[in-house]
């Protein structure tokens, strides 16, 4: 059973920065795509970004393009978000997803393509 557990959300200023991490286990993790999503209320999850699983590909959303980051570390299956320049419009809740699959899964935008999601962690940005 693949388990994903985030952590590190909280409450920043505008401008500041926040770094988020996921912890995740199970059969495959190991070689998963792992990546981000947002929820606004009331809308659909939103893709923020995303990572192979040698680290070597990474993808993200336009609206967090050139402030987030996302990484890395198989040696202890994590998985972290940097977020710098914050922004209002960037709370929401975070969440953590894996597709586990072949070696060559290619990162996917669409959240119907992760099997395992965690319960997520509240970001908020105050103006």
């Known amino acids: 059973q693949v388990r994903v557990v985030e952590s590190g959300g909280g409450l920043v200023q505008a401008g500041g920065s926040l770094r988020l991490s996921c912890a995740a286990s199970g059969r495959g993790i190991s070689h998963a795509v792992m990546a981000w999503f947002r929820q606004f209320p009331g809308k659909e999850r939103e893709f923020v970004a995303g990572i192979n699983w040698s680290g070597s590909m990474t993808y993200y959303g336009d609206s967090v393009k050139g402030r987030f980051a996302i990484s890395r570390d198989n040696a202890k299956n994590t998985v972290s978000l940097e977020m710098n320049s914050l922004k209002p419009d960037d709370t929401a809740v975070y969440y953590c997803?894996?597709?586990?699959?072949?070696?060559?899964?290619?990162?996917?935008?669409?959240?119907?393509?992760?099997?395992?999601w965690g319960r997520g962690t509240q970001v908020t940005v105050s103006s």
């Open positions: 997803a894996a597709d586990v699959g072949p070696w060559d899964t290619v990162v996917s935008l669409m959240s119907d393509a992760y099997h395992y």
